[in-house]
Structures are given as structure tokens and as C-alpha cells.
């Protein structure tokens, strides 16, 4: 079946450690973003790819870092330098360039927590 | 200000009820105008999509889009338990620019 996976689905992380979240799709999708969603704040959007080995920051990347080596997959780094980072974190992947199919697929999602 | 704003609530209301959930924006650029509902602790699903202005119906669903008052809605008829959920809405300005979205809206219905 076609989808997005995310993994793992719960993380614990120690403060002043980095963490990798993965993501993968294969969907064959060109586009790839990484939101985070705090309780009451919706989703915002932290970096987002629309080709391999091109990224763009989002609205709240400081902290964040990511790549795009395949087209199948777009992990995210939660570096230390990142204040805040409890949070759910979704990533979605979407068809790019096509005039009547914007629509986001996401994953399950990514809880972190730091301890 | 933000470009999407959206009522958190919560909202509550009986089964059976018709619901009505909205979201205002700033930028008249945006053209695709979308709603997913988010169950709690789960990804959000696309649940409608429109492009431009007008009424899009599924089902029990019908998302309107109103540019000239920059304003969507989206309603629920013959609302269920297994309604109960977060809506989010969401605007891009093409098909290949990012997704923006709004806070979402906790909705609840009563048995």
C-alpha cells in the first residue's frame, strides 16, 4: 500500500542531544514537508522540499535541519540548538506542478519529548 | 497577523446537529482551499478540496469558499460521534508553493 511512514512514533530525548525523525513515502510524490503542532497552534510548517537535494526553510526552522539525498525520503534533525522541542511532529509529502491535485498526505506522526 | 486564522474552540454540539466550521485569511492570492480533519494523536486526511471560489459537496460535507469575503466554511450535516475530531483548514496559492494551515477547530459531538 502507498503511504507515508514516519518513525519512531514516540522519541525521548535527553537535552543537548540531536535526533533524527525519519520519513519516507512512496508515493512517488516530488514534495516533502516537516510541520510541527503544538496544542492550539495548528500545524506550522519547519522545512519543506519540493526536489531532491533541495530544501527551503519554513516559518520556524532555527534549530532544524534536514535532507534530501532521495526522493523517497526527507528525515529532520532536532539539533540542540532547538529551545522547545516537545512536540508532534507530521511530515506529508504532495504531487507538485499538477494545476488540480494539491492535497497533502501525512504521516501518523512523530511524538518527541525531552527528558 | 496570521495569513490563515481559524477558531480553536472547542466546539460541542449534539448528534444530528449541522455544524459549521470557518476560517478567515489575508492573502487573496491563495486559489486551493482544503479541509482535513485530524483524529486525536493521528495524521490529518484530506477530507475536501476546492479550487477557487464556490460550493464542493461530499456526502455529508460541502466546503464554500467565499474570495471576495476571504472566508471558507465547511459543514457537517447529520453530525456523528465519529465526527468528533480537529478541522483544519488550509490555502496555498498554486499547485507547487506550500500548504498553509490554519490552528484547527476541536470539535465534539454529543451523543
Known amino acids: 500500500d502507498g503511504g507515508i511512514t514516519q518513525s519512531p512514533k514516540y522519541l525521548f530525548r535527553k537535552e543537548g542531544q540531536n535526533v533524527t525523525l525519519s520519513c519516507e513515502q512512496n508515493l512517488n510524490h516530488d514534495a516533502m514537508y516537516w510541520y510541527r503542532q503544538d496544542p492550539g497552534q495548528g500545524l506550522r510548517l519547519i522545512y519543506y522540499s519540493q526536489i531532491v537535494n533541495d530544501f527551503q526553510k519554513g516559518d520556524i526552522a532555527e534549530g532544524y535541519s534536514v535532507s534530501r539525498e532521495k526522493k523517497e525520503s526527507f528525515p529532520l534533525t532536532v539539533t540542540s540548538a532547538q529551545k522547545n522541542p516537545t512536540a508532534f511532529y507530521l511530515c506529508?509529502?504532495?504531487?507538485?506542478?499538477?494545476?488540480?491535485?494539491?492535497?497533502?498526505?501525512f504521516g501518523q506522526g512523530t511524538r518527541l519529548t525531552v527528558v | 497577523q496570521k495569513e490563515v486564522e481559524q477558531d480553536p474552540g472547542p466546539l460541542s454540539v449534539p448528534e444530528g446537529a449541522i455544524v459549521s466550521l470557518n476560517c478567515t485569511y489575508s492573502n487573496s492570492a491563495f486559489q486551493y482551499f482544503m479541509w482535513y480533519r485530524q483524529y486525536s494523536r493521528k495524521g490529518p486526511e484530506l477530507l475536501m478540496y476546492t479550487y477557487s471560489s464556490g460550493n464542493k459537496e461530499d456526502g455529508r460535507f460541502t466546503a464554500q469558499v467565499d474570495k471576495s469575503s476571504k472566508y471558507i466554511s465547511l459543514f457537517i450535516r447529520d453530525s456523528q460521534p465519529s465526527d468528533s475530531a480537529t478541522y483544519l483548514c488550509?490555502?496555498?496559492?498554486?499547485?507547487?508553493?506550500?500548504?498553509?494551515f490554519g490552528s484547527g477547530t476541536r470539535l465534539s459531538i454529543r451523543p
Open positions: 488550509a490555502m496555498s496559492y498554486s499547485s507547487a508553493s506550500k500548504i498553509i
Open positions: 506529508a509529502s504532495s504531487i507538485v506542478g499538477q494545476v488540480v491535485n494539491t492535497e497533502a498526505f
